[in-house]
């Protein structure tokens, strides 16, 4: 029985890699939303001369070092941008690739190796913003791959613990770097090293939090002088109140709440919904075992995997029965899971410190962090707390051995529903519903040569990126007005503006930028309408508009179906 039980494991194992596969190579060549046009655009910024607080005022501008890094490679090969999409997210399957081999390394330490492979799935296909590219969400994710997985290494005093705790800080750092809402989890590692080390010495302690802040400082002092190699101190200081100026993050205090309070209402109600059919049919079960006289199981444990399994399904059958959805669907499933495994690892925090304190405390107040330094709400974040959400199947595993199979089919199907995020549901721009069973026609030209989206996308690109080269020569300067910032690599001039978020909001930041940097003055500025619907608005009201206004010659504005062309006053 036992080996029909291996040979029915192997055989679902088998199945769900050679459905990562195939999910990985729709993730690669299907599908672009502005958000990754961002991600592509904002480090190729480095490539022709801006510097990190200096002329780049953009909110993750830290998280740019990396993709500039590969970016900078591959265009010294090629010398084009063509493909350049492509091979970010080439580069970006590899590397996430290496970290599930890690997460399979750590977790085969304490499972079997079919769990190991189990657990290793989940994290390979569970993506923050499903896409898979070197932005900040990803880098953030692979920070706090290496961070956790040195703090389940780094007890004791011995030379290698101590190492590991100084490599904790410099992976802290990169996170920090790729998501500065992370500075926040400065305080919870050393709280977690004090707590997971509680035979220690209080000396040998101290060591170990002074190695980890090691760590950090040596990261802060090569990153502040890669900063101070092109700006002066005084000049650092005064820039960083400008990156706060972007429209997009601007809230105050009173309006940020407001948001919270609505957005929390919005998934009270949904998470609602969704357990009543779970709980429900788990208190029938233990009614049921009851009368029978069965040895009662635990309630929390049925409701949760009932909720699991339910969720799961909704993803995995709600397009095929009419339900149009988009991956983003039914994230709220991830923070309720979650939320359950925080209460089940308070129950163990003092006779399994690791467990609780690295992947759940940590991963909790890293959630925290997303939530303080972002602009958008806990169900679009919760997708970032997959690292829990593995810690919490790994913490029911160990907390109802008895329950495995059932926990391996929970699993299985919770893994399925994350392959159809990943690999069925493609994302668009604005979240909207998407499959691969739409219609779609490749790119041939520009940063999204290669890539496969739907016809009326590849045709307005096409457009675009040649209208775009057209309008510009080699001695112009770009600015460019839009949300799809791919269009910024289409110019065949550099191109200027204080940052190329995905969702610009334009404001003072945008007045204040180009009277500080006159030689970054735009010669060709193109206006994207579907950013700008109402120009005489914009432009009569609106600080840059206005600016704009003064400074360029509307009059003689060329228009195509989706773009304004505006260029300097011939006088000028």
């Not at 650092?236 to 919270?260: E, N």
Request: glycine share 6%; net charge neutral; hydrophobic share 50%.
């Amino acid at each position: 029985m036992q080996f029909e039980d291996k040979k029915i494991k192997n055989g679902i194992l088998w199945i769900l890699i050679l459905l990562s596969v195939v999910a990985a190579v729709n993730q690669l060549l299907i599908g672009f939303d502005i958000d990754e046009g961002y991600a592509v655009s904002m480090p190729f910024r480095l490539l022709q001369g801006d510097h990190l607080f200096a002329d780049m005022w953009e909110v993750h501008q830290t998280s740019a070092l990396l993709p500039a890094a590969f970016l900078w490679l591959f265009y010294q090969v090629t010398g084009s941008t063509a493909y350049m999409v492509l091979y970010l997210r080439i580069v970006a399957t590899l590397l996430h690739l290496g970290m599930t081999v890690l997460i399979y390394r750590k977790t085969r330490k304490y499972l079997t190796a079919d769990w190991s492979l189990l657990f290793a799935l989940l994290y390979l296909n569970l993506l923050p913003k499903w896409i898979i590219s070197l932005d900040f969400s990803m880098q953030q994710v692979w920070g706090l791959t290496l961070l956790f997985t040195c703090l389940l290494e780094e007890r004791g005093t011995e030379k290698k613990q101590l190492w590991q705790d100084f490599l904790a800080g410099l992976s802290l750092a990169f996170t920090v770097l790729a998501y500065p809402g992370m500075v926040l989890l400065y305080p919870a590692v050393l709280v977690t090293i004090c707590m997971c080390n509680k035979a220690l010495s209080g000396k040998d302690k101290c060591r170990k939090c002074i190695l980890f802040t090691a760590g950090c400082a040596v990261s802060a002092v090569v990153f502040f002088l890669y900063i101070l190699l092109f700006m002066p101190v005084a000049d650092f200081l005064s820039g960083i109140p400008k990156v706060f100026m972007d429209g997009t993050h601007q809230f105050t205090m009173q309006t940020k709440l407001l948001l919270y309070g609505q957005q929390w209402l919005n998934v009270a109600k949904q998470l609602l919904i969704l357990s009543v059919l779970p709980l429900l049919a788990a208190l029938i079960l233990q009614i049921f075992k009851q009368k029978k006289r069965k040895e009662k199981g635990s309630l929390f444990l049925a409701f949760l995997l009932l909720f699991v399994a339910e969720t799961s399904l909704l993803m995995i059958l709600g397009n095929l029965v009419g339900i149009q959805m988009g991956p983003f669907h039914f994230q709220v499933r991830y923070l309720l899971f979650f939320l359950c495994i925080c209460i089940a690892g308070w129950n163990v925090r003092n006779t399994d410190r690791p467990l609780f304190y690295v992947p759940i405390f940590l991963m909790l107040v890293a959630f925290v962090g997303i939530l303080v330094f972002s602009n958008v709400g806990p169900d679009s974040s919760s997708s970032y707390l997959g690292l829990g959400i593995l810690a919490g199947f790994f913490l029911l595993l160990k907390k109802y051995p008895q329950k495995e199979q059932l926990l391996f089919a929970t699993t299985v199907l919770f893994v399925l529903s994350l392959l159809f995020c990943k690999g069925y549901y493609v994302r668009i721009t604005e979240y909207g519903p998407s499959t691969v069973r739409q219609q779609r026609v490749q790119v041939t030209e520009g940063a999204l040569a290669g890539i496969y989206v739907l016809p009326e996308e590849a045709e307005q690109y096409m457009q675009e990126h040649e209208t775009v080269q057209c309008v510009t020569q080699p001695d112009d300067k770009l600015l460019f007005l839009g949300t799809d910032g791919i269009l910024n690599l289409s110019a065949t001039c550099p191109f200027v503006s204080p940052s190329t978020i995905s969702t610009p909001a334009f404001n003072e930041q945008w007045v204040e930028y180009f009277t500080e940097y006159p030689e970054k003055e735009p010669t060709v500025i193109v206006l994207a309408k579907n950013t700008i619907d109402n120009r005489e608005k914009f432009f009569a009201q609106n600080p840059f508009g206005k600016w704009i206004a003064e400074k360029y010659d509307r009059l003689h504005m060329e228009e195509t179906e989706s773009l304004c062309i505006i260029k300097k006053e011939k006088s000028e």
